[in-house]
């Protein structure tokens, strides 16, 4: 197996794509013989390379003296001189070697595309130029596409060089173990099958603040902001998760087919239902326009035509330097409509929660008796973290989905028609952005995201 990671030295592979895959090394998780050969525009030496891998692992993944890492290494090549449909640089010559080194004469490729969207077409039209098509698998990050335009565009480019089945559009948040374990408790236990509608469940948030600003990719995140870079991907791909109706199985088809079913039936924003905001300081950032509008915020309130969500807010919610970094999904029950405590109970006292950070945990938080000589109501709440379940041996998402990609798995993955969807319910917004707001580093974004969860009130607070 030969793994080309376009874009080898940028920031979304240095953080994700190469620990993840030294994680599926140090598991024994990765074919008998395979190579990893870097693509980028910089002249490297494979030694060189594999300085620069070390690093990055020391960084932000298991150190590489605590794995594999001799072993790792050696099967790690660079390939310089960037790669576009005029140009394959050293790419080809460098295949060639690895072919040999793997002693296949026709071993299965997966191309993945660690770039920013604007490389994906160069990228693509190269792989057709240059005879990488056939067979291979090929890894999109996202965004794929920045509006409903681009994405035709780029979705009919990237199917005259490749058959759908060859095609992997990655979303991280899809292959997180909480994720996963939305399905398993709905669908695998009896007490939440029978209440996943509305008549039991006020409402859903789906909150993902984040600490951090975007110094270390700013020119990336100005091109896209929150709206791009998470509403329309990981938060509505999550919400389609909740929403949809039971797929026939757990196979690729029945589950894409269950997911992409449930997008077709989101409302389209209403610009009115969303909030904007840019953090304070925002433009002072290098590589930031002065005059910069890109959202660094975006709460909205989405709605699914479905008889199971009638009248349910999905309330999504997003943004860098807020007051605490989660990411986490919430059903919010509602109290009982009849019985001695009827019309006594806080809306949002019963929630179902999913931490989806890490191996992920679940949160039940319920109406108890409080203890003592009194008949009094409190709260309480029990945690399960899924990374101590017995048996279980957690991945992280990348090489979760990375592993998925070598089996030829494409359940955890997107679909055309899908996006297409997003893309609809996206445009309103895209066509009618509401004026950005501004909030302070440290806050948990504008005060006016606050009316979005009105009667009820957002649950993650600073």
């Given at each position: 197996m030969l793994f080309v990671l376009y874009g080898a030295t940028g920031d979304l592979a240095r953080r994700m794509v190469?620990?993840?895959?030294?994680?599926?090394?140090?598991?024994?998780?990765?074919?008998?013989?395979?190579?990893?050969?870097?693509?980028?525009?910089?002249?490297?030496?494979?030694?060189?390379?594999?300085?620069?891998?070390?690093?990055?692992?020391?960084?932000?993944?298991?150190?590489?003296?605590?794995?594999p890492w001799e072993e790792f290494s050696a099967r790690l090549l660079f390939a310089g001189g960037g790669f576009s449909g005029d140009d394959a640089g050293q790419l080809l010559e460098v295949l060639d070697l690895a072919a040999k080194d793997v002693g296949a004469a026709d071993p299965q490729r997966v191309l993945y595309l660690a770039v920013p969207p604007t490389a994906f077409a160069g990228i693509t039209e190269g792989i057709g130029a240059h005879g990488l098509a056939e067979g291979s698998r090929v890894v999109y990050e996202k965004p794929f596409g920045t509006s409903e335009q681009s994405f035709r565009e780029l979705n009919e480019m990237v199917h005259s060089v490749l058959q759908e089945q060859q095609v992997y559009r990655i979303d991280h948040f899809l292959g997180k173990e909480a994720t996963q374990n939305l399905h398993v408790l709905r669908f695998a236990n009896g007490l939440f099958a029978g209440a996943?509608?509305?008549?039991?469940?006020?409402?859903?948030?789906?909150?993902?603040?984040?600490?951090?600003?975007?110094?270390?990719?700013?020119?990336?995140?100005?091109?896209?902001?929150?709206?791009?870079?998470?509403?329309?991907?990981?938060?509505?791909?999550?919400?389609?998760?909740?929403?949809?109706?039971?797929?026939?199985?757990?196979?690729?088809?029945?589950?894409?087919?269950?997911?992409?079913?449930?997008?077709?039936?989101?409302?389209?924003?209403?610009?009115?239902?969303?909030?904007?905001?840019?953090?304070?300081?925002?433009?002072?950032?290098?590589?930031?326009?002065?005059?910069?509008?890109?959202?660094?915020?975006?709460?909205?309130?989405?709605?699914?035509?479905?008889?199971?969500?009638?009248?349910?807010?999905?309330?999504?919610?997003?943004?860098?330097?807020?007051?605490?970094?989660?990411?986490?999904?919430?059903?919010?029950?509602?109290?009982?409509?009849?019985?001695?405590?009827?019309?006594?109970?806080?809306t949002d006292c019963e929630v179902v929660s999913f931490s989806l950070r890490g191996s992920g945990e679940l949160d039940l938080s319920m109406v108890v008796k409080a203890p003592g000589p009194q008949f009094s109501l409190g709260v309480g709440t029990s945690t399960l973290s899924l990374g101590e379940v017995a048996g279980g041996e957690p991945l992280s998402a990348y090489a979760r989905l990375i592993h998925d990609i070598l089996q030829g798995d494409r359940s955890l993955f997107t679909r055309p028609d899908g996006l297409a969807h997003v893309w609809e319910v996206a445009e309103p917004l895209l066509a009618n952005r509401p004026a950005l707001q501004p909030y302070e580093p440290g806050s948990m974004g504008p005060a006016a995201a606050d009316r979005l969860a009105d009667p009820g009130r957002w649950l993650i607070t600073g």
């Open positions: 190469l620990p993840a895959f030294f994680q599926l090394a140090a598991e024994g998780l990765l074919p008998p013989e395979w190579r990893l050969v870097g693509s980028g525009r910089g002249e490297r030496s494979h030694d060189e390379f594999r300085a620069h891998v070390h690093d990055v692992l020391a960084e932000f993944g298991t150190h590489p003296d605590d794995g996943w509608n509305h008549r039991h469940i006020a409402q859903v948030q789906i909150d993902v603040p984040e600490e951090l600003g975007i110094a270390e990719r700013a020119e990336f995140y100005d091109s896209t902001g929150a709206v791009l870079d998470m509403l329309v991907t990981h938060l509505f791909q999550v919400a389609a998760e909740v929403a949809m109706e039971p797929p026939t199985s757990l196979a690729a088809e029945d589950l894409q087919s269950a997911r992409e079913a449930v997008i077709d039936a989101f409302r389209p924003l209403d610009p009115e239902e969303v909030v904007l905001g840019q953090f304070a300081g925002y433009t002072d950032t290098e590589g930031v326009a002065a005059d910069s509008t890109t959202d660094t915020f975006v709460a909205a309130r989405m709605w699914v035509d479905t008889e199971r969500w009638q009248g349910v807010p999905f309330l999504l919610r997003t943004g860098k330097q807020l007051a605490l970094t989660e990411q986490r999904v919430s059903l919010v029950l509602r109290p009982p409509a009849s019985g001695p405590f009827s019309g006594e109970l806080p």
